[in-house]
């Protein structure tokens, strides 16, 4: 397996650390007017969500995670289990609610998405930037609303909600950014 060193630190490198895969969220260089340089860093544990703040000392070196991306199909869900088919090899596979985590607020039948696979196990699914999904159910808008510039909650057909104008209606499709969860446009 390859290996990097603090020198080739940058945010997105992704790295293995005490038996789990981490991301590199921030990193900075540091070097003191006395002792040695270090590199302090925040990392994110991709199996958990959870955070860690760690101090390394320069020229460390540290074995590359072994991930890969593959484009899947999302299926349907049955229970808790969401199930997702492989569009190269037609393979099926299986994920937890907890393992798709907030992506399932957003996530259609027949979307394709990437998952993150972590020595052959699936840990994370990333959905396209944008979707274009169908609103099930909002407050109705009030006439003269559309100057204001509010904004109200509005339910999708996947199930997740998003903040949408308030001139928004039912049964209106909108445009939503993956990313930061919010509304861009009506189609």
């Known amino acids: 397996m390859a290996s990097v060193g603090t020198t080739d630190f940058r945010g997105?490198?992704?790295?293995e650390?005490?038996?789990?895969?981490?991301?590199?969220?921030e990193y900075q260089h540091v070097k003191p007017g006395k002792g040695g340089?270090?590199?302090?860093?925040?990392m994110r544990?991709?199996?958990?969500?959870?955070?860690?703040?760690?101090t390394f000392r320069s020229g460390e070196k540290f074995e590359l995670a072994d991930m890969i991306d593959r484009e899947v199909q999302y299926l349907y869900q049955e229970g808790d289990a969401l199930h997702f088919m492989?569009?190269?090899s037609y393979e099926q596979l299986f994920l937890s609610s907890d393992q798709v985590g907030d992506?399932?607020?957003f996530l259609k039948e027949n979307m394709v998405v990437n998952v993150l696979f972590y020595h052959g196990?699936?840990?994370?699914?990333?959905?396209?930037?944008?979707v274009e999904l169908k609103i099930v159910e909002t407050i109705p808008g009030i006439r003269g609303d559309t100057a204001t510039g509010g904004?109200?909650?509005a339910k999708v057909e996947t199930g997740g909600t998003v903040k949408v104008p308030l001139y928004i209606e039912e049964g209106t499709v909108i445009k939503i950014d993956t990313r930061t969860r919010s509304y861009i446009e009506r189609v």
Do not use: H, S
């Open 103 to 105: 992506a399932k607020d």
């Open 12 to 15: 997105g490198l992704k790295i």
């Open 151 to 153: 904004t109200k909650p």
């Open 86 to 88: 492989d569009t190269q």
């Open 45 to 54: 544990n991709m199996v958990t969500g959870n955070n860690l703040d760690r």
């Open 37 to 42: 340089a270090f590199v302090r860093t925040r």
């Open 121 to 130: 196990k699936g840990i994370a699914v990333t959905l396209p930037n944008f």
């Open 17 to 25: 650390l005490d038996g789990a895969p981490y991301e590199i969220i």
